[in-house]
């Protein structure tokens, strides 16, 4: 197999360009018409790659090897079911902030594959637009409950986002509390609440905290904005991943 190829921050060695370099090395003839093929140097300027004749080589080989392996994978998934670690992977991935497309080309399955899987195992949809991330999501049928444990992990619809469960705002929890003023949320809005710790991902590179990968925020949800994922641990998923 062809060594990796370090790729340089102003360098342009996506897949699309480097299938248009090979496409231009090598181009296509007919009777009418010859198409003269581009220069090793042209072609590395095209990759943005200082001239090269032996890296630009390793590069073109590499994707080709690449390409090759991914075909391979694919033909051998064909008309295979999913295996319980693809359909962990691909669970705990999408519920961790993962689109479907990048899911899909690390396990070699079509994007309509791994789709399928999240609908059929019961896995709460994440908005694909920043306009839908404005409105609440629905709970697949798996999802939805109105009891949570205290410390369980859940799906918020509103926040499109892991929570951790925290106290049920019963009555008697708020009569506890000096100062809190007391609502009958069951009913009043016939749905318990319950307050709830939102986990975010943090990309943080400060000096100090850059180890620090999530954070959060306290927030209170009814039970119906709320979907269980208690489910997801038959196939292996570890929610507290997510």
Known sequence: MAKRVK????????KVNIEK?????????????????ITKK???????????????????????????????????????PARDTEICEAVTDYLSGENITDISKRLFRSVGFVRNILEGVGVPQRPASKEERLTSAYFPDEC?????????????ANYHSA?????RMTT???????????????SKYASPCYQIYVIQKVDSEDTFF??????GFAAYAAATE??????????????ERL
């Open 7 to 14: 790729k340089k921050s102003h360098e342009n060695l996506s």
């Open 21 to 37: 370099v090979i496409a231009l090395l090598n181009p296509c003839t007919s009777q009418t018409d010859t198409v003269k093929a």
């Open 42 to 80: 042209e072609a590395c300027d095209i990759l943005n790659i200082a001239y090269n004749t032996t890296r630009l080589q390793a590069i073109i080989e590499g994707h080709l090897e690449q390409k090759a392996y991914v075909k391979t994978r694919k033909a051998q998934n064909r008309g295979r």
């Open 144 to 156: 939805v409950s109105e009891d949570f444990e205290e410390g369980e992990i859940a799906w918020s």
């Open 163 to 167: 929570v951790k469960i925290g106290k």
């Open 172 to 186: 008697e929890y708020q009569e506890s509390k000096q100062g809190l003023a007391v609502v009958d949320y069951e």
């Open 210 to 215: 850059s180890s620090v990968t999530s954070g």
């Open 226 to 239: 709320l979907g269980k994922l208690e489910h997801l641990k038959k196939y292996g998923v570890n929610l």
